[in-house]
């Protein structure tokens, strides 16, 4: 099982902190359409003194397919105060 990767969609308070959990133990991408929000997790990991070489955050969603399991952490029931549509093609 330690050769496996999850990916996390959604790096919200639901999502970040089971990306972490996971991590601990397994290869995980985690991945969110909020650049911003990729940008300083992946500052904060390289800049954290326990930089965590089995976290990746990502806004590429080709790299969902490189998992072996998916976890998805999103906002639902899905409303028109929480959409943010995007299509992406894997």
């Known amino acids: 099982m330690k050769d ?5 969609v959604g790096l919200g308070y639901v999502g970040l902190p089971l990306a972490e959990a996971f991590s601990k133990h397994l290869k995980v991408i985690g991945f969110d359409i ?9 500052n904060n990991n ?7 070489d089995n976290l990746e955050f990502t806004t590429d969603p080709s790299k969902i397919k490189q998992a072996d399991f998916v976890i998805i ?17 894997m």
């Open 46 to 52: 390289n800049n954290n003194n326990n930089n965590n």
């Open 73 to 89: 952490a999103v906002p639902t029931p899905v409303t028109k105060s929480n959409l943010r549509c995007q299509t992406y093609r």
């Open 34 to 42: 909020d650049d911003d929000k990729i940008g300083d997790l992946n």
């Open 4 to 8: 496996k990767t999850v990916c996390i």
